[in-house]
């Protein structure tokens, strides 16, 4: 077989280890961050706005 060829018969065949054990994944739990996120928003509702039109109109053109 060439490179990058591969044989038809053996895509049938597979058999996949799908018996996972605890110890076997990533615990997904040890970075979780537990506290507070706070944003200030320095912008006016207006100005925001402003600015959502500007972005709008510059993917249409």
């Known amino acids: 077989m060439g490179f990058g060829s591969y044989d ?5 065949n597979q058999e996949y280890d799908t018996d ?5 994944g990533l615990d997904a739990e ?3 961050h537990e506290g507070d996120v ?4 320095t ?8 600015r959502l039109k500007d972005i709008k109109n510059d993917q249409n053109t």
């Open 8 to 12: 038809e018969s053996e895509q049938d």
């Open 20 to 24: 996972f054990e605890d110890e076997d």
């Open 30 to 32: 040890e970075n979780a």
């Open 38 to 41: 706070e944003f200030e928003f």
């Open 43 to 50: 912008a006016s509702n207006d100005e925001l706005l402003d």
